[in-house]
């Protein structure tokens, strides 16, 4: 089982100050939303955590080793991410798509094998694509390309997913059934960290949530002390209504 | 898809078969299978052997560098358009042999010069494109079309100082023309060495062909991988240039044409164009040294005319 942690980190945002240092641990089981107006900086930690993007100060480490003295191929193999923005400048469809995501695990010579396709087989299925295999991706609407994103994650197989908007442009039905399913991988061990837009998904699926306000503060911590309507109405400054039905937490823009 | 390989292979060879058997002296294909044997005509032998092998091994190697160095090129830029020539590769390497042409010098010192100043050209354009800002695609396009424009301005004034009696020898060159070739195998080692450092890359390229990040994120060395490809390519570019001169488009079309039939797995895709970019170097030479014999026709001019409209059909027909 796999532990993210990021010691210090400052993410790099250009012209902002520094903010508050991030000093997090993402372990196994959880499942992380971060919450932030447009421009926090939430794609940017989400790649800093990634190593894809180098932090301003501090560092993250994947199972107490720094990310940055990792070869790519085997942080490829703890941890994974789904972008929010895709290329396709050359046609590919979506099986070829979902198989991409065994490539960490096949050495230069090796080509996908049975169980390879197994698996990419079983993550399409998942994420109710499976009938579109053949057909090429920019033929799909934005929910079907989302869901392949998601497909291709899962078929990756790492132990830390992470997400960025993984529920753009689905449907209601989709939402939940992507949040249910990250649900079921993190109960299976998986550790899910995710930028978020809503706050109501945030309070039913997400254990932690990150607070990342646009001027670099930052709060994070366990859901139910988190999402109080003071500190959400101080973050997207705008005014807030939240009720309680069985149980569950709904927040609704005030008019 | 291996059998499409196959396939590709078998015209291929048929290709060669046509490129030996034709020209001035037919030699039919019993007389040819009896050369093949060691036997045959004495003729025969010196046509086969000495003058119509090497000149469509140049231009079968050619064609396959040209096509693998655009295939390369293409997912390096992320870019349907992108293509060695489109870069300003075959300028700087045209302005090299030119300049060695007007100096008086030989075939070799010809080749030698087309050789540095394709590589000068690649070193340039990746130099400036680096700048001090961030290596992206659409600026190191964008710089290969501008230096490109700049290399072709050079040429057209070489040409308008250039004595007239040296005129011809330099349009021929510009035009393609594979006749220049003496020795064509140091180029086609060149076509096999590269095929082979690049296919354990293959499955990587297609990564890469997803964007950087992305590529990134599945375990891709983004930066080391990208600049051996370009590194690759502009040296397959240049030994085809030195070989054959410049013969444009083969490396924006055979990619092209094999993608919208085979896919874009480019472990498929690089060893279809060094076959398909081969095969129709070859029967465009054959085609150009037969169509008005003895007169020759620069080869460039049959590619394109053969290749634009396969081209354009299949582009027609695709989904």
């Not at chain 1, 132990?159 to 989709?174: F, G, Q």
């Amino acid at each position: 089982m796999s532990t993210l942690r990021t010691r210090d980190l400052i993410v790099n945002i250009p012209e902002r100050r520094d903010g508050f240092a991030l000093n997090m641990t993402i372990e196994s089981g959880q499942i992380w939303g971060v919450l932030g107006p447009n421009g926090a900086g939430k794609t940017t930690l989400l790649h800093t955590l990634a190593g894809l993007l180098p932090a301003r100060s501090g560092c993250v480490e994947l199972n107490n080793a720094p990310l940055k003295e990792l070869k790519r191929r085997a942080v490829a193999k703890q941890l994974g991410l789904v972008f929010q923005e895709r290329q396709d400048t050359f046609p590919a469809t979506v099986m070829e798509t979902a198989l991409i995501g065994r490539h960490p695990w096949l050495s230069p010579w090796e080509s996908e094998q049975g169980e390879d396709q197994a698996l990419a087989e079983q993550a399409l299925h998942a994420l109710d694509v499976d009938g579109l295999s053949n057909r090429l991706l920019n033929t799909l609407s934005g929910g079907e390309r989302q869901r392949v994103a998601i497909a291709t994650l899962m078929t990756q197989n790492p132990h830390i997913w992470l997400l960025d908007e993984p529920t753009n442009h689905l449907d209601l039905h989709h939402q939940v059934k992507v949040m249910n399913l990250l649900r079921n991988q993190a109960k299976s061990g998986k550790a899910v960290f995710m930028c978020l837009h809503d706050l109501n998904m945030a309070a039913r699926w997400c254990s932690h949530v990150l607070l990342l306000y646009t001027n670099g503060d930052a709060c994070w911590g366990e859901t139910e002390s988190m999402l109080v309507p003071e500190a959400l109405e101080r973050l997207y400054n705008q005014r807030l209504i939240s009720l309680k039905k069985d149980g569950l937490s709904v927040f609704v823009p005030a008019p | 898809m291996t059998r499409a390989l196959l396939s590709l292979s078998i015209v291929a060879l048929a290709a060669m078969m046509l490129a030996l058997a034709v020209g001035s002296v037919t030699v039919p294909p019993s007389d040819l299978w009896q050369v093949i044997q060691g036997d045959g005509s004495a003729l025969h032998r010196t046509l086969v052997w000495e003058l119509r092998l090497p000149r469509a091994v140049a231009a079968f190697a050619t064609g396959g560098l040209l096509a693998v160095a655009g295939a390369l090129m293409q997912v390096l830029l992320r870019n349907p358009l992108a293509d060695p020539y489109i870069l300003g590769l075959s300028g700087g390497a045209a302005v090299g042999a030119l300049l060695a042409m007007l100096a008086g010098m030989g075939t070799l010192l010809v080749s030698g010069s087309a050789f540095a100043g394709a590589m000068l050209a690649t070193m340039l354009v990746f130099g400036l494109a680096h700048g001090t800002g961030s290596w992206t695609p659409s600026r190191l396009l964008l710089t290969g079309v501008v230096v490109a424009s700049g290399w072709g301005a050079v040429i057209t004034l070489m040409l308008a100082i250039t004595p007239s009696y040296k005129l011809p020898g330099m349009l021929y060159w510009l035009m393609g023309d594979v006749s220049y070739a003496r020795t064509p195998w140091p180029a086609f080692l060149v076509l096999v060495v590269s095929i082979a450092l690049i296919m354990p890359l293959a499955r990587s390229l297609n990564v890469l062909a997803r964007g950087p990040m992305q590529a990134a994120a599945l375990g891709v060395a983004v930066r080391p991988l990208e600049w051996s490809v370009y590194l690759l390519a502009s040296l397959l570019t240049a030994t085809a240039v030195t070989v054959a001169g410049s013969i444009g488009f083969v490396g924006l079309i055979v990619p092209h044409m094999l993608r919208l039939v085979l896919g874009n797995d480019q472990r498929i895709i690089l060893p279809a164009s060094v076959l398909a970019g081969g095969t129709l170097l070859v029967l465009a030479d054959t085609l150009a040294r037969t169509v008005i014999a003895p007169e020759q026709l620069p080869v460039g001019v049959i590619t394109a005319l053969l290749g634009v409209p396969m081209f354009l059909y299949l582009l027609h027909r695709s989904r």
